[in-house]
């Protein structure tokens, strides 16, 4: 008998926008195609699919529902512990499920907690301030303009525009007020700008981890972005292309590889994840963030990097899988 896989997941269609003021509000979301995409891969890995879905499916499913595992993709909606939600609930009813725990996916989600712990373990990552309205917006002594305003617990560019990478101290006001004023209380990340190279390096596994060629990316053919960064309106642009491998010398390849295996330890992702960096001028790298969820659209790094590696989208699907079962010990 195969084993059967419950897919939960989050796309736009099944959550109305109930007239929020942005129009970002399911940018985390995937396409419907990404999910049809995600589940020929779990079939042709040789197992039976249920579609489960959203967290309210999941809980009008849940009483009858047989399933050896669940594939959780589900973003969730509200605060920073909405990707938490799912794997809590399936950890309360003592049902499997691959990839990270609640407690990996609030922490991760919330950037300024990430940075925390990335300190703690010396991984290097930009210099920063959290501030919670205009009046914080003081002891920046110890850091150099420019700098990139950021919300604090977001995804997918969300709240990211031109403007949000500031020269001076008016700029960087203008910009921390105009967030307060459509995102409300979220608090902001302001970080120094590392001008420069952008990479993203997909892993897989737990004991060991594998880290994946990294991705590099180009905007407008250039990959010295300089302080150009991946703005939300770049997110479904042409001009933004992924190219893996990464033109970049071994010694840079396998140090943002043993950075992402780093991070990707030191906040106890499962399965499977992403870490993503920016590189100064002088070949320093620094950790952005790592994403639990990262996306498994066949545009993205998840399908890309794990060619490069020299096998496909549905054999990483299914080495995912694996990690999971493993980890659980089931066979
Ligand atoms: N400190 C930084 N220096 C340079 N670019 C940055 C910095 N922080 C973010 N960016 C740019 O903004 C993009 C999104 O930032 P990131 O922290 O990865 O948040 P998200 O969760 O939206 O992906 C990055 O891909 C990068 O282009
Ligand atoms: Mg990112």
């Given at each position: 008998m195969p084993k059967t896989i419950g897919f939960t997941y989050d796309v736009?269609?099944?959550?109305?926008?109930?007239?929020?003021?942005?129009?970002?509000?399911?940018?985390e979301f995937d396409s419907q195609s990404t999910i049809d995409f995600v589940k020929a891969a779990i079939e042709t890995a040789g197992y039976k699919v249920i579609l489960i879905g959203n967290l309210n499916n999941l809980l009008k499913m849940l009483p009858d529902l047989k399933v050896d595992i669940i594939f959780n993709l589900c973003e969730g909606l509200?605060?920073?512990n909405r990707e938490a939600q799912v794997p809590v609930i399936l950890e309360t009813f003592g049902i499997p499920y691959v990839g990270s725990d609640g407690l990996t996916m609030s922490l991760t989600l919330d950037k300024i907690m990430a940075k925390k712990i990335f300190a703690s373990e010396k991984i290097p990552t930009p210099r920063y301030i959290g501030i919670?309205?205009?009046?914080?917006?003081?002891?920046?002594?110890?850091m150099n303009f420019p700098m990139i305003v950021k919300l604090r617990h977001e995804g997918t560019?969300?709240?990211?525009?031109?403007?949000?990478?500031?020269?001076n101290h008016k700029e960087l006001e203008n910009q921390a007020k105009n967030l307060f004023s459509i995102y409300g209380t979220q608090p902001l990340l302001i970080e120094e700008l590392i001008a420069g190279m952008e990479f993203t390096v997909p892993l897989i596994g737990n004991d060991p981890v594998e880290a994946l060629p990294s991705v590099q990316v180009a905007i407008k053919n250039n990959v010295?972005?300089?302080?150009?960064i991946y703005t939300?309106?770049?997110?479904?642009?042409?001009?933004v292309e992924y190219i893996?491998?990464?033109?970049?010398d071994k010694e840079l390849e396998d140090k943002l590889r043993d950075l992402a295996v780093r991070t990707y330890k030191a906040v106890d992702c499962r399965d499977f994840g992403r870490v993503d960096f920016r590189v100064d001028h002088n070949n320093n790298p620094y950790v952005l963030e790592i994403n639990p969820l990262p996306s498994l659209s066949p545009e993205d790094a998840f399908n890309l990097s794990p060619q490069a590696a020299g096998y496909d989208y549905n054999k990483a699907i299914s080495k995912i899988i694996d990690a999971a079962f493993k980890r659980y010990g089931i066979n």
């Open positions: 736009a269609a099944d959550s109305p926008t109930e007239g929020k003021p942005f129009s970002d509000v399911h940018a509200g605060s920073r919670d309205s205009l009046d914080d917006l003081i002891n920046l002594d110890h560019s969300k709240g990211l525009s031109k403007k949000s990478v500031v020269y010295d972005l300089k302080d150009t939300f309106d770049l997110v479904y642009d042409p001009g893996c491998p990464s033109r970049i």
